[in-house]
């Protein structure tokens, strides 16, 4: 997919709406920013808030908070 942007007052851009339905952004939503040669990529960037519910409760699985939260994150970006 390719669209085109244009680049407004204050350096904001306004995203095609083809691009934010594709990647579900919404207002308010955080991009990560990246610059890679001459190009800047994009990225919807999760917060823990966002898997409120996400979580099974499967008792003491022997994994840290931090170690659910990666998995559940990676589901998170798989489903897209």
């Not at 244009?6 to 934010?20: C, D, Q, T, W």
């Not at 919404?26 to 960037?45: A, F, P, S, T």
């Not at 966002?50 to 489903?79: H, P, V």
Request: charged fraction near 40%; avoid cysteine; glycine fraction near 8%.
């Amino acid at each position: 997919m390719e669209e085109v942007a244009k680049i407004m007052a204050r350096g904001l851009i306004a995203l095609p709406s083809e691009v934010r339905k594709k990647l579900n952004l919404n207002e308010g939503d955080i991009v990560k920013v990246q610059v890679k040669d001459d190009q800047i990529i994009l990225r919807k960037e999760e917060r823990i808030f966002d898997l409120k519910g996400s979580i099974e409760q499967t008792g003491s699985t022997g994994k840290s908070f931090a170690q659910i939260l990666q998995e559940e994150l990676n589901k998170k970006k798989k489903e897209g």
